[in-house]
């Protein structure tokens, strides 16, 4: 059984930095596609960042460009998202999701992806 495992999210200030990260168990395959979406409260789960199974193509929101940068590690299949410049806008619980398919194009819509960690709490404050 595949587990994802969120980690680094917390309570910063804005304009602070913070990097998360996504580690993949299980299962007996590498990691296809990977994503990180957001949820905010009251709001629907949102598209954030995406990367393809190479590292070689990723794809990110509107509101994340040139803020955010999302990596993997295929070695530790880990995948990563680091997040400057943060803004209360940013206030979500990240997950981070993950599919076998070694596509390469990096998906962008929830059904893209098989697997979702538990998420993880990102607080901005103004």
């Known amino acids: 059984q595949v587990q994802l495992v969120e980690s680094g999210g917390g309570l910063v200030q804005a304009g602070d930095s913070l990097r998360l990260a996504c580690a993949a168990s299980?299962?007996?395959?590498?990691?296809?596609?990977m994503g990180w979406f957001r949820q905010a409260p009251g709001k629907e789960r949102e598209f954030v960042a995406a990367i393809n199974w190479r590292g070689t193509r990723t794809n990110y929101a509107d509101s994340v460009k040139g803020r955010f940068t999302i990596s993997r590690d295929n070695v530790k299949s880990t995948e990563y998202l680091q997040m400057n410049n943060l803004k209360p806008e940013d206030t979500a619980v990240y997950f981070c999701?993950?599919?076998?398919?070694?596509?390469?194009?990096?998906?962008?819509?929830?059904?893209?992806?098989?697997?979702w960690g538990q998420g993880t709490q990102v607080t901005v404050s103004s």
């Open positions: 999701a993950a599919t076998p398919r070694r596509t390469l194009v990096p998906g962008t819509a929830s059904q893209d992806y098989d697997f």
């Open positions: 299980g299962g007996t395959y590498n990691m296809g596609r």
